[in-house]
């Protein structure tokens, strides 16, 4: 299985997000991807791959309303050209309250709109040497597009950031892969997200090794077990106000622990939304405590995803601790 590193920018600095990834390479990870909620993503993968050589680098995820094919196409071609072809586009819509509220764009059904921009992208990376493209779909219609240099790849891979069931069919169906977002458990992942993947596999009549499976999972580390675990539940009771993470949280009874959060989010209190994480959903969510009690954890995921993706918690945590975090994660997973 192999390992990466995911990088937020949440209370970090430019250089940090830089200093991380080369560590990461140094340490033996094999990628680092770069989140799209409080940082654009590619400018970071820029700056990423011009400063390292041998680790993938990807998006988990770049917003696809947000974002026309086009700038998407131009974004991701020029990472991958200074990348030297190790880029990953992770995609995906992206809450709908972002979109409507901060992006001022229309919120399409994802499954079928996602599909339809992975195979616009698709085509345009074949748009040169004199060739141009058309696109007609129910979204999206393009016309005569041309590109005028040829890309360092005429199709860089493609994962998709889905949860819900027709999402991740199509997952299975079109993408080059699933990122599964960082509220998951390896059931979910087993159970949910494999299961949907394979039946949309089948219906394209796709080989089960052709579509990879990368997890973000939330890690905390620390010599002090319950701080670790702490900071672990300060970023499970964020991605608990989420509903569409209803598919993961019902699958473990805890219909108690995500009312207890809801309600304390919708009182905007904190320490109430952190006390209603249990014990239990550390345990199901995250890898959190001592380094060598994460390093054991880890392998609740073998078998079961192709790559696993450290993520580091920041909500309600100050810019030290999640520096500290950091170094902490490289640290207990050297290579």
């Known amino acids: ?81 200074i990348a030297q072809g190790r880029l990953i586009l992770g995609i995906g819509p ?14 399409h059904p994802p499954a079928a709109y996602v599909r339809e921009y992975t195979e616009v992208l698709r085509l345009m990376w074949t748009a040169h040497s004199g060739k141009s493209v058309d696109y007609q779909g129910k979204y999206l219609q393009i016309r005569e597009y041309q590109r005028f240099s ?37 059931r979910y992942i087993a159970d949910v997200a494999r299961r949907y ?14 579509v990879g499976c990368m997890s973000l999972v939330i890690c905390s580390v620390d010599k002090d077990r319950a701080k670790a675990r702490d900071r672990a539940k300060r970023q499970i009771a964020f991605y608990t106000t989420f509903p569409y993470y209803d598919i993961v949280l019902d699958q473990h009874d805890l219909a108690e622990e995500k009312t207890h959060i809801r309600e304390a989010w919708a009182r905007n209190d904190t320490t109430e939304m952190v006390a209603g994480v249990s014990e239990q959903m550390v345990d199901l969510i995250s890898i959190a405590g001592t380094p060598q009690e994460c390093r054991q954890a880890l392998s609740r995921y073998e078998g079961i995803v192709d790559e696993v993706s450290l993520y580091s918690p920041s909500f309600g945590l100050s810019r030290e601790e999640v520096l500290i975090n950091h170094q902490a994660i490289l640290e207990a997973f050297d290579r």
């Open 1 to 81: 299985m192999r390992l990466g590193l995911t990088l937020t920018g949440d209370q970090l600095a430019m250089a940090d997000i830089v200093r991380f990834a080369c560590q990461a390479e140094e340490a033996g990870f094999d990628s680092v991807w770069v989140t799209e909620a409080w940082r654009e993503a590619f400018v970071p993968l820029t700056a990423i791959a011009m400063q390292t050589n041998r680790v993938r680098i990807g998006t988990a995820i770049a917003l696809t309303m947000a974002r026309s094919p086009v700038l998407m196409e131009l974004a991701a071609t020029a990472v991958d050209e």
């Open 94 to 107: 992206g809450p709908k309250a972002w979109n409507e509220n901060w992006h001022a764009v229309r919120f």
């Open 150 to 186: 040829r890309p360092y790849r005429d199709r860089i891979p493609i994962y998709f950031g889905a949860v819900m069931p027709k999402f991740l069919r199509t997952t299975g169906a079109v993408a080059d892969g699933l990122c599964v977002a960082a509220c998951n458990t390896p």
């Open 197 to 210: 993947m394979a039946e949309g596999m089948q219906e394209s009549q796709r080989e089960a090794d052709t």
